[in-house]
């Protein structure tokens, strides 16, 4: 069974540092997503990664994948209050597109001054 | 484009009842995926329909959840009758085939009572 975990569940950082969420993953997919969730909102995709090594950034945040460590990893940069949000990583079941997601339990990320 | 809307946002019921979750995916996206997120847990695969044929519904909890989707367009979920545990945020979520982006709603917050 695909297992997907995050770490930090709960993250609790200041204005202007840095942290990153890690996402662990037990399956050969090479396809990795990022989303932020405000409260009562939709998941909005933050990033897709679509190959080994695969790095995107935007803004103060930047996602990569490494699939042989079956590892990514979405780094902020000078966190601002506006991060905060729950950000949950997912990979598709299997290694094709259109198939269901499997999710981490989620990052709440709270931004404070 | 509109986005992919879920109605109600916000459901409380008692158990024992029946509810229905609509979901209106993008129009002409093909695929259409209905998750849960029970609390605390990850947000979890429910089923996943191709136009209106259901492709994948291994993720049902029990024959208590019937999910339909008649011509295509819009899907609806009914619980019936709704237990304690079926309390969660139930999310859908539309892609166009061949295509690795999925736009999720905002979700349904059922509680039931």
């Known amino acids: 069974e695909l297992k997907v975990e995050q770490n930090p569940l709960f993250l609790s950082m200041q204005e202007g540092k840095n942290y990153t969420i890690y996402c662990n993953y037990s399956?050969?997919?090479?396809?990795l997503y990022w989303y932020r969730q405000d409260p009562g909102k939709s998941l909005e995709s933050l990033f897709v990664?679509?190959?080994?090594?695969a790095v995107k950034q935007e803004g103060r945040l930047m996602a990569s994948l490494d699939t042989k460590a079956r590892l990514s990893t979405l780094h902020i940069t000078a966190a601002v209050h506006d991060l905060s949000a729950t950000y949950f990583c997912a990979v598709d079941i299997r290694d094709s597109g259109n198939t269901p997601l499997v999710f981490g339990k989620g990052t709440r990320l709270s931004v404070i001054a | 484009e509109a986005g992919v809307t879920q109605f109600p946002s916000h459901s409380v019921i008692e158990k024992g009842q029946t509810v229905t979750l609509r979901c209106d995916p993008i129009s002409g996206h093909d695929n259409l995926y209905w998750y849960r997120r029970v609390m605390g847990k990850e947000i979890k695969f429910l089923l996943h329909?191709?136009?209106?044929?259901?492709?994948?519904e291994s993720g049902m909890p029990n024959n208590r959840f019937l999910a339909e989707r008649t011509g295509g367009t819009y899907s609806t979920l009914k619980v019936q009758p709704a237990e304690l545990e079926d309390s969660g945020v139930y999310f859908c979520?539309?892609?166009?085939?061949?295509?690795?982006?999925?736009?999720f709603g905002s979700g349904t917050r059922l509680t039931v009572v």
């Open positions: 329909f191709v136009k209106e044929s259901k492709q994948d």
């Open positions: 990664l679509l190959s080994n090594g």
């Open positions: 399956t050969t997919s090479d396809r």
């Open positions: 979520a539309s892609s166009r085939t061949r295509n690795y982006g999925y736009t």
